[in-house]
Nanobody, 126 residues
């Protein structure tokens, strides 16, 4: 069982930055793939970014490429999502998710993940 806790959300003006953190209760480096998803009001949950078990592979949805960066911290049980040049359309509840790794590729579908955090709200004002 893995428990995930997100933090770092908040209110920021367009063009600003935030860094989200996903802290895991278990050692996830070398064991779990981690993904960040978001869900805006009235919309479906969508994949934002993911990192594989050893940090060697990452993937991003097209709308955040060049602006967001996912990484594993020195404390390997924490995964970060650095978000720069934020836009109002980035406003959403952001979730991190984990799944025990059975492959080296990044998983981009929500149904592939087993464990989910409660989410952290990101609001970008125009």
């Amino acid at each position: 069982q893995v428990q995930l806790v997100e933090s770092g959300g908040g209110l920021v003006q367009a063009g600003g930055s935030l860094r989200l953190s996903c802290a895991a209760s278990a050692h996830t480096a070398g064991t779990y793939n981690i993904g960040w998803f978001r869900q805006a009001l009235g919309k479906e949950r969508e994949f934002v970014a993911g990192i594989n078990w050893n940090g060697g592979r990452t993937d991003y949805t097209d709308s955040v490429k060049g602006r967001f960066t996912i990484s594993r911290g020195n404390n390997a049980d924490t995964v970060y999502l650095q978000m720069n040049s934020l836009k109002p359309e980035d406003t959403a509840l952001y979730y991190c998710a984990a799944v025990r790794a059975t492959q080296s590729s990044v998983l981009v579908t929500a149904t592939a993940y087993t464990y989910w955090g409660q989410g952290t709200q990101v609001t970008v004002s125009s």
